[in-house]
């Protein structure tokens, strides 16, 4: 089955400065991608995704892009924000199977 | 609309206990998931269902059943609880279009401590 790797583990910023999270993925079939972030105590809410027919998707301060290629995926967040602070989970399913591999999340801490 | 709901939000059973935690949705999505969460290991998929009637597998079945009798209900029993079923289990529902998936919602999620 689908294997995502979330490195690193834990990420540090500034605030203001950007944060980057890449994710790795296993099987070269999977054409959906999505990004989660939790909030301590909260679920899982949908923040981006993207598609195997597109290379980047912006959406205000978040950004994802993906590379075919090397099967990897990444979480862009500009000017972060202390309510920024979460951890992000990538993921990544086929289509006609709504069905996901979750990477082991990634905590981004926003200092003040 | 309420989304995915989950009952109880906590619960704690003893070694040996069986449960169900419940699970609705009223957006009438095919696709429903059930997931548990531990500290360190993302989110891992127990068991899934594609529709009414039809069930399967995921990533860490074992000690866990399903069924689905309803698109809206997807219920998760555990047979004989263990302390490493200590968890919180998220239920998430979902649709596609086309054959594409599309975003998976989640429910507010049940604590479970097996003691």
């Known amino acids: 089955g689908e294997n995502v790797e979330q490195h690193p583990s834990t990420l540090s910023v500034q605030e203001g400065d950007s944060a980057v999270i890449k994710c790795t993925y296993s099987?070269?079939?999977?054409?959906?991608f999505p990004w989660y972030k939790q909030e301590l105590g909260k679920r899982p809410q949908l923040i981006i995704d993207?598609?195997?027919?597109?290379g980047e998707k912006k959406d205000q301060r978040i950004a994802v892009t993906l590379n075919k290629t090397a099967k990897h995926f990444s979480l862009h967040i500009t000017e972060t924000q202390p309510e920024d602070s979460a951890v992000y989970f990538c993921a990544a399913s086929l289509y006609g199977n709504n069905r996901l591999a979750f990477g082991k999340g990634n905590q981004v801490v926003v200092i003040p | 609309n309420a989304g995915v709901t989950q009952t109880p939000k906590f619960q704690v059973l003893k070694t040996g206990q069986s449960m169900t935690l419940q699970c609705a949705q009223d957006?009438?999505?095919?696709?429903m998931s059930w997931y548990r969460q531990d500290p360190g290991m993302g989110l891992r998929l127990i068991h899934y269902s594609v529709g009414a009637g039809i069930t399967d597998q995921g990533e860490v079945p074992n000690g866990y059943n399903v069924s689905r009798s309803t698109t809206e209900d997807f219920p998760l029993r555990l047979l004989s609880a263990a302390p490493s079923q200590t968890s919180v289990y998220f239920c998430?529902?979902?649709?596609?279009?086309?054959?594409?998936?599309?975003?998976?919602?989640f429910g507010p999620g049940t604590r479970l401590t097996v003691t």
């Open positions: 957006m009438n999505h095919e696709y």
């Open positions: 993207i598609r195997s027919n597109v």
């Open positions: 099987d070269s079939a999977s054409n959906y």
């Open positions: 998430a529902s979902s649709y596609s279009f086309g054959g594409a998936p599309y975003e998976q919602y």
